[in-house]
């Protein structure tokens, strides 16, 4: 069966120290979305892409990151992370951009200490 | 700006019905969704809702009225493991989706 999956589920760093969260899908869609998601916010879009190569930021993108070269991954790397970086992160694909019936992953819960 | 409101708790009894009301006011519309999420889960998609009117999928309805940037989500024959928050969103011109905080769902027996 395809999926999406996030690795690590969960992560403690330290301020300053630069992190590298994984998404891979095997529904082989073109789009693929990084959101933070915390206490009293909606999900906020982090980061986008809708193909290989293509990146795009999201209404939170200072101090994230992304790369896609390949349709499988979108890995989200913090630069230096920070402790308002302390979140729920969560990876989602869909098949068009018309289509935002997304699947998600499991999450990864971030702390920054 | 962009903006979608909902409750952010709402409690109901086991077998009874419950609504749960979204307005929006965003740059455009191109549809309106309902993700269901357990606590330390993913969300799961509900519900898409494009045109006025309501769309009914077992249990679970939604709603929509562009004219008045409102929906609703309607459970029935609530059970136990209703419970979980309910998101909902707006794909605005852009193609983005624009989330709400969410309405934490609370089934007692």
């Known amino acids: 069966d395809a999926e999406i999956t996030q690795s690590p589920r969960h992560k403690i760093t330290e301020t300053g120290r630069q992190v590298t969260l994984a998404c891979h899908q095997t529904w082989n869609h073109n789009n693929m979305f990084w959101y933070r998601q915390d206490l009293g916010h909606g999900l906020r879009l982090i980061h986008y892409?809708?193909?290989?190569?293509?990146?795009n930021k999201g209404e939170v993108s200072d101090g994230y990151s992304v790369s896609r070269s390949n349709t499988e991954d979108l890995p989200l790397t913090l630069e230096s992370a920070a402790s308002s970086q302390t979140s729920v992160y969560f990876c989602?694909?869909?098949?068009?951009?018309?289509?935002?019936?997304?699947?998600f992953g499991q999450g990864t819960r971030l702390t920054v200490v | 700006g962009q903006n979608i409101d909902q409750p952010t708790e709402m409690t109901a009894t086991e077998g009874a019905i419950v609504q749960i009301n979204c307005t929006y006011q965003?740059?455009?519309?191109?549809?309106l969704f309902w993700y269901q999420q357990h606590a330390g889960e993913a969300p799961t998609f509900l519900s898409y809702?494009?045109l006025d009117g309501l769309e009914e999928k077992g249990r679970f309805s939604s709603f929509l009225s562009r004219s008045k940037g409102y929906s609703y989500l309607l459970l029935k024959e609530l059970q136990m493991k209703d419970s979980a928050s309910y998101l909902c969103?707006?794909?605005?011109?852009?193609?983005?989706?624009?989330w709400g905080a969410g309405t934490k769902l609370i089934i007692k027996p």
């Open positions: 809702n494009v």
């Open positions: 969103a707006v794909m605005d011109s852009n193609y983005q989706l624009i």
């Open positions: 892409s809708y193909g290989v190569q293509d990146t």
């Open positions: 965003t740059s455009g519309f191109n549809g």
């Open positions: 989602a694909s869909s098949e068009s951009v018309e289509v935002a019936d997304a699947f």
